[in-house]
């Protein structure tokens, strides 16, 4: 029987550690990748230009490493339910492969490709490889349910098995014995988009600092290994105002868009620690990061509703403020605390924040000062965050709200005195609000209160050329404590400080 | 599921049928299961009807219906008559909470307007415990003060005004808001409990409320009130003898309070709550002299003196000088070595300390001597501060199994030559007598 398979792109944009790929290879007489994408839809969907540069980069860079072994991406514009009947017929698919996608939304949907391509005859291969482990596997074993305290979780990973090994990259032999038939105007038809045709004007700026693709992931990795191994320490490094720059390390977007195997991460991780600890095995802090990730995604697995406060079980029903023009200004890095609005900028213009800066915008936005819906900023978050996806942002946003898993909220960030303990030379806030940046580091972080003469000397009046600050931090947070306890109070498991 | 299994009180009462004219009285201890059981069962009488629903005295109804939220009481009183009436008694609207939100900014539903109609008409006599949850909405603070204003025919023992989000009483105009309040003060008579934070009530209203409730007054909850001045609160303190807790900022304390609280006629004060908070940076605070919390403690020994702090750091000069009977401190904001230093000295009281920032120096010093003199500190957290893993086993080793709450976020507790992090929580776990862990923040 003639085996014409179509691989699944949907995360896991990758050619190693792809046992999906592998799959479909497999005694394959043809094969072709795919990525599904509406750029009618482009437009609507909550996600910024920077999100999409990085897809688009991973789909070419896809599409360049596919080149090398005699084949090609195929991007199909539309929507998967209409799309996969077409090439079912189209190129007599006999088997369709993609990697497992946790997420409610994503089980319910590839539920309904499944059943569809049965009617259609075709077998279908999926596999965990998004993940460490398997979400349900971690359920079962915590008394069916999800772990909702990080602790717990590091209990029951402790007694499982090890994550799988990874897979070796697709070879050239492997590819050689499956053909794909590419045509003439395959560019035309299955080409990458542009930024323009999703509706995006960029102005050519393209000195963005996160470059997607498979190909930039493991670079990447190997410098941070080196990193890592130059440092010679494993233990949590202190941030420094270095830190709040983009790292050429950092790998939390390649891990969310699967350009790099989080498998491949774990286990050289693993080994550069055995190589130069020679002990027996690592502890589970080595891999802070990646179970961070896996947490969030058992968490939200079986959750349709873990993006919500109305109707999720694990969340605090805490009664936010609705303010939009708050939220636009916190939104937009109008809040008149340089700390903050110089993290909103960094964050618009890059995609990437450290995760302590992000504790500071979601303090403030939520329980620490302008009391609006994590929700909200979730989805702000969502719009404009390289390494947010539905799992990881939600639960997040949860934890850093003090809305779920149990959290002390006793502690808040202050947004003058947190931004100068973190970044006492100031230099943050000057790259990302230029505007302030003649201001010495005595106010810089809180401008309102300069006398008139450094203001004027500065050459940044606020209020005029620098928005005065939104809210009083003080008296805001006082309130917000009270608010906060009076919704823990009334909770029967709160076993908390702050009387 | 048998009946008799409570039958061994009141063996009689089980098997007695519920005869159609309700004479009889259950058990006012008994829970709705109990009283469904019993009419379930019939006895064995021959010629018995079955239960009727319709029958149910109204004492047992009440009963029920006190146990269901408003929304099902209000639909089961749709069913008939008797169940109407029985929605209406007094009993069941001695409390009540209005809840009012505007669509625009909440995501919370309101008290629907009919039923506050029908509320101020048929029910005011029988209101006592009324809180109001307002959004930060104007329209909703006016909404309460509105229904406040008709209370005429009250006599509440608890009011609340409670704000869930941003203080919206404090944008109405202060004389609309005095009024309404005052018709409470003035009809009520016997409050007991008030809780007025975040309002623009004022030195002339607090005197009606003295003049009206002075006997009855418990409970008094002020935080953040501008319109009033340390002699308002005076007037207060002089005149309620039975005042037992108080909430305030700081600007309202003063030495004659605290004597008018200590006073031979006043009774034993259980919780003072006070709030520093600064307006303005570099903010001058009065000092309280030790001899008026010594006459405090003298007088109410086992008081909880509760200090919420949001200061700048430099503003905490007066704080923490002499001994000070707090037994719970929150520090807001960042706070100084010194200071921290300055309260291992001065507070000997303490049972629960918050330092939400310190500051990049470790913090070994002060939390030993915090551990010394502190003979009753049983909860504390830590927020970003920095403390050496040494300290911190000998921290917890000194304070013992009397921690009962020790919240650490992870980042403070810095590893040394002697103990790593994955080391600490068992030696402090060990210590403690139970397991213990940091508190965790995501690092993705």
């Known amino acids: 029987m003639v085996v014409n398979s179509v691989h699944w792109f949907r995360k896991g944009l990758r050619l190693h550690d792809n046992p999906a790929l592998q799959e479909a290879l497999n005694g394959a007489e043809t094969v072709r990748c795919v990525y599904i994408l509406d750029p009618w839809f482009a437009g609507s969907a909550n996600v910024g230009v920077n999100r999409w540069r990085f897809l688009l980069e991973s789909l070419e860079d896809l599409d360049t490493s596919l080149r090398k072994l005699n084949s090609r991406l195929f991007v199909v514009r539309g929507q998967p339910t209409d799309v996969f009947p077409r090439l079912f017929k189209e190129w007599n698919v006999t088997r369709l492969t993609f990697e497992y996608d946790s997420e409610p939304y994503g089980k319910e949907r590839d539920a309904a490709i499944i059943k569809m391509a049965q009617e259609y005859g075709v077998e279908t291969a999926v596999r965990n490889t998004h993940t460490l482990y398997n979400p349900d596997r971690i359920i079962e074993m915590n008394n069916h349910s999800p772990p909702l305290t990080f602790k717990r979780f590091q209990a029951i990973v402790n007694r499982l098995e090890l994550p799988r090994k990874p897979l070796p990259t697709i070879s050239q032999e492997q590819m050689a014995r499956c053909q794909t038939k590419i045509s003439e105007n395959h560019d035309e038809r299955y080409g990458v988009p542009s930024l323009e045709e999703l509706g995006f004007k960029t102005h050519g700026d393209s000195s963005h600092v996160w470059k997607g693709g498979e190909t930039e992931a493991l670079e990447r990795l190997n410098k941070h290994l080196d990193r890592k191994a130059w440092v010679a320490n494993f233990e949590r490094p202190r941030i420094t105002a270095q830190s709040l720059f983009a790292s050429p390390t950092g790998l939390s977007p390649y891990l969310r868009f699967g350009c790099l195997s989080c498998r491949v991460f774990y286990y050289n991780l693993w080994e550069l620690y055995m190589k130069l600890r020679r002990s027996s095995s690592p502890p589970l802090s080595l891999f802070g990061q990646l179970l961070w990730r896996e947490f969030f995604y058992t968490a939200g697995t079986n959750n349709p509703n873990f993006d919500h406060m109305e109707g999720n079980p694990i969340c605090v029903q805490i009664p936010w403020d609705h303010n939009p023009e708050a939220l636009a200004k916190w939104a937009e890095g109008r809040t008149g605390f340089p700390w903050i609005d110089a993290i909103m900028t960094q964050l618009r213009q890059e995609g990437w924040i450290h995760h302590l800066a992000r504790h500071a915008v979601a303090c403030f936005l939520t329980r620490g000062d302008l009391w609006i819906s994590w929700e909200s900023g979730m989805k702000v978050f969502e719009e404009l965050l390289l390494d947010a996806d539905w799992s990881v942002n939600a639960g997040s946003w949860m934890w850093l709200s003090c809305s779920a898993f149990f959290q002390q909220f006793f502690h808040c960030y202050c947004p003058v005195g947190f931004g100068r303990r973190t970044d006492p030379s100031g230099d943050y806030i000057r790259r990302y609000i230029p505007k302030l940046k003649d201001y010495p580091n005595r106010y810089i972080f809180e401008p309102w209160n300069a006398p008139e003469s450094v203001q004027k000397a500065a050459n940044c009046i606020v209020g005029v050329d620098y928005p005065k600050p939104m809210i009083n931090h003080a008296e805001n947070s006082r309130l917000n404590i009270e608010r906060m306890k009076q919704v823990y109070q009334q909770l029967s498991h709160y076993r908390g400080l702050s009387e | ?444």
């Not at chain 2, 005052?182 to 008579?189: A, G, H, I, M, P």
């Not at chain 2, 004597?259 to 009774?267: T, Y």
């Not at chain 2, 001065?346 to 010394?372: H, K, M, S, Y």
């Open chain 2, 1 to 444: 599921m048998s009946n008799t299994q409570n039958s061994s009180l009141r063996p009689s009462r089980m098997k007695r049928r519920l005869s159609r004219d309700g004479e009889d009285s259950p058990s006012s201890c008994e829970g709705p299961t109990d009283s469904c059981k019993r009419v379930r069962q019939p006895t064995v009488d021959s010629g018995d009807l079955p239960p009727d629903w319709a029958c149910l005295p109204q004492e047992i109804l009440l009963h029920i219906f006190q146990f269901l939220p408003l929304l099902d009481r209000a639909f089961a009183s749709q069913v008939c008559r008797g169940w109407n009436e029985a929605f209406h008694m007094p009993e069941l609207w001695r409390c009540f909470e209005f809840e009012l939100n505007q669509p625009a900014s909440s995501y919370l539903k309101a008290t629907h307007p009919d039923l506050i109609k029908q509320i101020i008409k048929r029910h005011s006599n029988h209101l006592q415990y009324v809180s109001f949850k307002v959004d930060s909405s104007t329209e909703s603070a006016e909404a309460a003060c509105d229904i406040l204003s008709q209370l005429v025919n009250c006599s509440l023992k608890t009011l609340g005004l409670i704000s869930t989000a941003r203080p919206s009483f404090m944008e109405l105009p202060k004389s609309h808001f005095i009024s309404a309040l005052t018709v409470v003060f003035v009809n009520s008579k016997s409050l007991s409990s008030l809780k007025i934070d975040d309002t623009p009530v004022d030195d002339p209203s607090l005197k009606v409320l003295v003049a009206n409730n002075s006997d009855t007054l418990k409970l008094l909850k002020m935080s953040s009130c501008p319109h009033v001045s340390p002699a308002g609160i005076l007037c207060v303190a002089d005149q309620c003898h039975g005042l037992r807790e108080l909430a305030l900022n700081y600007h309202l304390l003063s030495d004659e309070l605290l004597l008018a609280l200590s006073s031979e006629k006043h009774v034993h004060l259980e919780h003072l709550r006070i709030d520093v908070v600064s307006e303005n940076p570099g903010q001058q605070f009065h000092t309280i002299k030790k001899s008026s919390w010594d006459a405090m403690v003298r007088h109410s020994p086992k008081f909880n003196l509760v200090m919420y702090f949001f200061l700048y750091e430099d503003e905490f000069g007066p704080f923490f000088r002499d001994e000070i009977p707090v037994t719970h401190l929150y520090f807001g904001r960042s706070v100084s070595k010194e200071v921290l230093g300055r309260v291992g000295m001065n507070c000997p009281r303490l049972v629960e300390l918050v330092v939400c920032a310190n500051g990049l120096r470790p913090l070994d010093e002060e939390l030993i001597r915090i551990a010394e003199r502190c003979q009753h500190l049983s909860a504390i957290g830590l927020g970003e501060c920095e403390v050496s893993c040494s300290a911190f086993v000998e921290f917890v080793k000194m304070c013992g199994r009397r921690l009962s709450q020790l919240s650490i976020m992870e980042e403070v507790l810095i590893p040394d030559h002697k103990y790593s992090l994955d080391e600490i929580h068992w030696e402090v776990s060990k210590h403690l007598g139970r397991v213990w862990f940091p508190d965790m923040m995501p690092t993705w």
